[in-house]
């Protein structure tokens, strides 16, 4: 026998969806949630599914104090995170040093970035913010998670370490690199195109 929500707290006659039901109710919400911070379809898939999965095997322990999907969101967060974690460990050894591209081995420039005369100017317009998206798409997962939570959401540095388990010197690493990447796309994918 599977069993059931526990429906104490709850308004009376409000019914609990079922396992079974979960997709139908939650999916669409916990894929756009998922996607928005893996940035690639087929890893939020994979982590709906697994959380899902998760759900179930724990579903005993829901105890009916929140609603079904804030608890299936705190479970997709911790999956989201896991594999942000396992991209990071991996890219570490992958990725060459993005510092080589802008710095020689004395700490100065190879080539300094261009000037961007009046980046307010930039921020008025749609077609700006549609090629910075996409360069924060083109981030390493974690690197762009950290940039995203810190930078467009705003989350202070405490919360993001410990959102991300990370520490704040890995923090500011992950941040800084981050805007180095993004300066070098918006000069590829904005500025030689304005030229």
Not at 51 to 65: G, H, S
């Amino acid at each position: 026998m599977i069993p059931q929500f526990p429906t104490e707290g709850r308004a009376a006659g409000q019914r609990l969806p079922e396992p079974s039901e979960w997709l139908e109710h939650y999916g669409d919400f916990l894929y756009r949630y998922a996607l928005a911070r893996l940035r690639r379809s087929h890893e939020a898939e994979e982590a709906v599914q697994e959380t899902l999965l998760a759900a179930l095997k724990a579903r005993w322990q829901f105890e009916a104090r929140s609603q079904p999907r804030t608890w299936l969101i705190g479970i997709l967060k911790r999956k989201i995170l896991d594999r942000l974690r396992t991209a990071a460990r991996e890219a570490t050894d992958a990725e060459p040093d993005e510092l080589d591209a802008w710095f020689n081995r004395s700490g100065h420039w190879r080539r300094m970035p261009r000037n961007w005369n009046d980046p307010a100017a930039f921020a008025e317009r749609s077609e700006f913010w549609n090629v910075v998206r996409g360069c924060v798409a083109k981030l390493p997962p974690l690197m762009g998670e950290a940039f995203t939570l810190r930078t467009i959401d705003d989350c202070g540095p405490t919360e993001v370490c410990r959102e991300l388990a990370i520490s704040r010197n890995n923090l500011w690493v992950l941040l800084h690199r981050a805007r180095l990447r993004l300066v070098r796309c918006l000069e590829i994918h904005w500025f030689d195109t304005e030229q």
